[in-house]
């Protein structure tokens, strides 16, 4: 057997295989981000119908060179919720529009200024384990979906996750020709299987589901308070995403940072949050889990990601068939992320590899130490009602240092020209 098959960005696909992949990747982002609108109490058709909108616009913006899908942000639940609690969603969704807005700035500040910043800012020692902490210090949430980190655990959702993830482990290694482009999408439905099997499936709110219905629409309110509360959240958002496309060019072979540029990635995946904010749902951000998908099946097509977003539509406004795809126990969708968590992390580990980073240099080993470490320990620190942890927070502490190491070699003050 020769190595499989890469179905490269500007492929096209034939139907038979778009649909199915198409489904798989809808699949990989649909539990996480349902789950966000839930938090903020409000239907999650609007930021499905949203999903696919803020992806098809990204592919054009990027002229179809970025293969990425949009879903919903994690980083804004801490300072959204406690603009929520205080003036209501619709001031949220206000704060969600002047993020977007000033990311959008920011793109044109990159596009003005180059991008070049960021090999001095980031350097591989640096952006290696940044890019690892993306799927590792998501690894918990994944366990936890699995029903692995209950107090008592479940056997039935061991049962659904061991065979969801056993599935995809050996379904990767195993499968051949057309199912060999497919395993997470069978692991979903044997997962699927299994849950019905254990009586986790319960289709009470699929059978009181309207056969059609519009997502619920919104405008924003605007208040300089609420806005100030979640501006520092673009801070989170520009750090994630350079991650996330640093590894999605690593992953397709490519670099995404020049071509299709940074300035346009940024742009597009901030004006997606910003129209999200007129129109009443949550923001958007490139999403890990369908990177993961692509490392697993090696198909990078931005025709197959425009599929799902398509598919994503649909499900907004066909409301049974969005309440059946969430009827897809939480094990199911543990197990799968368990695989596609790990599969960032390695890519991570892979750009260590590939740059060739010499570890006899005392900074490479000193900024790979403290970011693994800085982004592991669970260390957070507040600014605000912002609060940096993780992987932003190992991203913040990498530029930090590899600023002043930069500066520290242009008085020649390091020990590494010896």
């Not at 959008?104 to 640096?126: H, R, T």
């Not at 991650?243 to 997606?272: C, E, M, W, Y």
């Not at 799902?308 to 406004?317: H, N, R």
Request: one cysteine or more; glycine letters at 10%; aromatic letters at 10%.
């Amino acid at each position: 057997m020769g190595t499989k098959r890469i179905i490269q960005v500007e492929e096209k696909v034939p139907a038979s295989l778009l649909i199915p992949l198409s489904i798989q990747h809808m699949f990989a982002m649909f539990g996480a981000s349902v789950l966000v609108p839930f938090l903020f109490g409000i239907n999650p058709a609007i930021v499905l119908f949203m999903n696919g909108v803020g992806t098809l616009l990204f592919i054009l913006i990027t002229k179809g060179k970025a293969p990425a899908y949009l879903g919903s942000s994690f980083a804004f639940l801490a300072p959204a919720g406690i603009v929520i609690s205080k003036f209501g969603y619709e001031y949220a969704l206000g704060g969600f529009v002047a993020v977007g807005f000033c990311g959008c700035i920011l793109a044109f500040i990159i596009y003005k200024f180059g991008s070049e910043w960021i090999d001095i800012v980031l350097p591989p020692a640096a952006m290696g384990p940044v890019v690892a902490l993306i799927g590792l210090e998501l690894s918990g949430n994944a366990a936890s979906n699995g029903g692995l980190l209950d107090e008592k655990i479940q056997t039935e959702n061991v049962i659904v996750f061991a065979v969801t993830l056993g599935v995809a482990v050996f379904g990767s290694v195993m499968f051949k020709k057309f199912l060999s482009v497919i395993p997470i999408l069978i692991a979903v439905i044997a997962g699927y299987i299994a849950a019905l099997c254990c009586g986790l499936v319960d289709f009470a709110e699929v059978q009181a589901a309207p056969v059609f219905a519009l997502p619920n629409f919104s405008a924003p309110k605007f208040s300089i308070e609420a806005i100030l509360i979640i501006l520092p959240v673009i801070l989170v958002i520009a750090s994630e995403h350079i991650g996330h496309q640093i590894v999605t060019g690593k992953i397709i072979g490519r670099n995404l940072i020049k071509d299709p540029g940074l300035h346009r990635s940024l742009f597009a995946d901030n004006f997606s949050t910003m129209i999200s904010g007129f129109i009443g749902s949550v923001p958007t951000t490139t999403y890990g889990e369908n990177i993961g998908v692509m490392a697993v099946t090696g198909v990078y097509s931005v025709r197959v990601i425009a599929g799902a977003a398509i598919l994503s539509i649909v499900c907004s406004v066909v409301g049974k068939l969005s309440m059946l795809i969430n009827t897809i126990p939480e094990p199911v969708i543990g197990g799968i992320s368990f695989l596609l968590y790990g599969m960032i992390g390695t890519s991570g580990l892979r750009i260590l590899v590939d740059s060739k980073v010499d570890y006899g240099k005392s900074r490479n080993l000193i900024l790979t130490s403290v970011v693994f470490v800085t982004g592991l320990s669970g260390i957070a620190v507040k600014f605000g009602d912002v609060e940096l942890k993780g992987m932003v927070l190992a991203c913040v502490t990498a530029m930090i240092l590899s600023l002043i190491f930069y500066v520290l070699d242009k008085f020649h003050l390091t020990n590494d020209e010896g």
